[in-house]
């Protein structure tokens, strides 16, 4: 198993991925889902409101819709949720609020100060033509660990060690994370649904 | 000074209330507001997306926009935000979805593992006529306390002790926390306003 793309993207789903723009302000899950495909993808930096709920599929699916109104053109909406298992699954979808708040040693120190460390990363992707909707769903389990590890990566992932690993997202490099990462596993649940 | 509006609410201030439906799904803050007001008010239960926003002024503001866009008519919004030491702020605005993930037991507990109870109890509203947007806002101090105590109020009213208080605000009853609780304070702000 590669941690891209296998050389043989569908040329269905290819020609697909090639018409939508990725919607985000995040240039990290740009970077990202770049080296996860194997080729460039579009890009559209627009500042899309995001409803408030703790249901992902809700948010992405909600902001999928503004992104197609306000471009017209097909779209892919990258929703991330960090589910912490000591707060029964919260922050979920609003983990940027708390990684703004506490930074990534903050969300960390709370699940350990709740003496329970587990998590799971859950990466949504959804493609929206206007008409049909694709989702792609990745998920890692893990646990929270601190100190904070490691000089890749963005956002939890200097805390975040996947299940049966020694090292964090941050630590494990490109290949590595991309390969049992959940952003890595939704785009290729992504192409496997396109194809 | 009394818990609830002084009996001589200047009468610009309550014909601009009388016209002006609040709009929640939460019985509570209407029943809450209604007794700090001394009078009816005027109710529309309709289903409001929520934008994500660790911003309380722009929950509400945007909030406002969207319920007077599908009513028509002037609109009151009732945000609440409550602000953990422990977390810088967090969960803020996005307060209810940490209470349906743990209950208030819950969220007294993470503030009580970071070794910090300290909470602001914070309640902002808005009255939006198509035209001009009129704040009201209160705020009370205080810590998250365990276990939970009382049988009064809603939400984190059972594990919030206000700053000089002995009684959580579900234990000092409705006079009690309407004179202190960052509700009453923002109807009573609200009303200074439109006076």
């Given at each position: 198993m590669t941690a891209t793309m296998p050389s043989a993207t569908p040329s269905s789903a290819r020609r697909r991925l090639d018409r939508a723009a990725l919607v985000t302000g995040n240039l990290d899950k740009l970077a990202e889902a770049e080296r996860i495909c194997g080729f460039s993808l579009r890009h559209e930096e627009i500042d899309l409101p995001e409803i408030q709920s703790s249901d992902l599929a809700e948010v992405a699916r909600e902001k999928a819709l503004e992104a197609w109104r306000r471009l017209q053109q097909p779209v892919i909406i990258d929703e991330t949720s960090l589910e912490l298992a000591a707060l029964n699954?919260?922050?979920?979808?609003l983990v940027k609020f708390m990684l703004d708040a506490v930074g990534p040693e903050g969300i960390a120190g709370t699940a350990a100060a709740l003496a329970d460390s587990g998590a799971s990363a859950v990466c949504l992707l959804v493609l929206y033509d206007g008409r049909d909707m694709v989702f792609g769903q990745g998920r890692t389990e893990g646990r929270l660990v601190l100190p904070a590890r490691g000089a890749?990566?963005?956002?939890?992932d200097t805390v975040f060690e996947p299940e049966?690993?020694?090292?964090t997202f941050a630590e494990l490099g490109d290949t590595g994370k991309d390969e049992i990462g959940h952003r890595g596993r939704a785009w290729r649940a992504l192409v496997a649904e396109l194809a």
């Open positions: 699954g919260f922050p979920g979808p890749g990566g963005f956002g939890f049966g690993e020694i090292l």
